[in-house]
């Protein structure tokens, strides 16, 4: 009887939260991180990617660092009255179970001191820490100079699998009130 | 609702009505002299190009101009209108003869004359980057009535606050048209090919 317990007890620590992580999707990703290649003479740098939270708890990217610049800030655009400011944020807060874009226009990693130009078709390390789910170290691929999406890359057959990526992406991101920003 | 209250609501919307005529008389007064009056609104400036050459405004008389107005430490904003810009001229085809962009910077501390000539060639070879004295620069963001401000960042250079506004400016000189600095290639070659069409 004794092991009986025992072994339920068991069951219960192991089995049970290996059960609840594997359930629905619950984990934080950072996806289509990329960064546009920077024009000739460029001192700054901007990333764009996107945050799913998939996971019970609101996050929140603390801070973001590279090899590739020697300071890298999370900023904000703010357009008032056609005047754009850029403004750093403390943090950027990503809800459970929303999905967060940075995006040209909008909220960036700033890259300020590159330490070299960044060119299409290169790609660079990149560290998120997050509150909760901590760091988190992504690859950043630089796209064309004025590419406003990782899929802009100039050439359609530039990356295979593209085609059915996006609108996977869309379907999680679009009209599910996720509390993501939209506009 | 008393009388006073209903009275005071009347008083609020009439001003915010007057508000808003004056604000769009205004608009239409800055944007085109009214037809046939002959009035001058040309907006003179004296600027260098990234080769050193020193140009005005007359320099343009006969093109399009599409003018835009930002800096090269800027990472969203201004590559994002350049890049547009880029877009259109490619978009318009041989009616991009007739079109000439400029990219005027509103920190000349940092933009000389071969940083921008450099800088706007990454994006489209057609597109003219210019520099000036702080002086030539304060007067023609104040002919576009371009506002900017510098804003010191701890732990890395200071950016500029700034108005992203794509102006067009017809062979006369005159100024017609902005549109946000967010606008799609497809968007500004739209508004061209219809100014165009206007006068030809």
């Known amino acids: ?169 869309m379907g999680s991101m679009g009209g599910h009130g996720t509390g993501g920003k939209q506009n | 609702m008393t009388l006073r209250s209903r009275l005071l609501a009347v008083l609020g919307a009439a001003v915010v009505i007057a508000g808003v005529a004056g604000a769009g008389l205004y608009l239409r007064s800055w944007l085109a002299p009214a037809a046939g009056e002959g009035a001058s609104l040309n907006r003179p400036f004296t600027l260098t190009r990234g080769d050193g050459a020193v140009v005005t405004d007359e320099t343009y008389r006969g093109k399009w101009l599409l003018v835009y107005f930002g800096y090269t430490y800027c990472p969203d904003a201004c590559p994002t209108a350049l890049n547009a810009i880029a877009e259109a001229m490619e978009k318009l085809g041989p009616e991009a003869a007739t079109v000439q962009p400029l990219f005027i910077t509103i920190d000349p501390e940092r933009d000389t004359p071969a940083v921008m000539g450099q800088y706007v060639k990454s994006f489209d070879p057609r597109i003219v980057g210019l520099t000036g004295t702080d002086g030539q620069i304060a007067a023609v963001a104040k002919e576009y009535q371009v506002y900017y401000k510098r804003r010191d960042v701890e732990g890395g250079p200071y950016l500029m606050d700034h108005t992203s506004l794509i102006y067009v400016v017809d062979p006369a000189g005159a100024l017609v048209r902005f549109l946000g600095g967010g606008s799609s290639g497809e968007r500004i070659a739209q508004h061209l090919r219809e100014l165009m069409s206007r006068t030809s």
């Open chain 1, 1 to 169: 009887m004794m092991r009986l317990i025992a072994g339920l007890a068991l069951l219960f620590l192991t089995v049970l939260p290996a059960l609840a992580q594997s359930g629905s999707p619950s984990t934080l990703e950072v996806k289509q991180v990329w960064a546009r290649a920077t024009p000739a003479g460029a001192k700054t740098g901007a990333i764009y990617l996107t945050v799913v939270n998939g996971t019970q708890s609101d996050d929140k990217i603390l801070s973001a660092s590279t090899s590739a610049a020697s300071t890298a800030q999370l900023h904000t655009m703010i357009d008032d009255n056609g005047v754009m400011k850029m403004r750093e944020l403390p943090s950027i807060e990503v809800k459970a179970g929303s999905t967060v874009m940075l995006k040209p226009g909008g909220m960036h990693v700033m890259l300020m001191g590159l330490t070299q130009p960044l060119k299409p078709g290169d790609s660079f390390p990149l560290t998120l820490q997050f509150e909760k789910g901590g760091k988190m170290e992504l690859t950043v691929t630089v796209t064309k100079a004025g590419a406003m999406g990782v899929g802009d890359m100039g050439g359609m057959g530039n990356m295979p699998g593209m085609g059915n990526m996006p609108g996977h992406d």
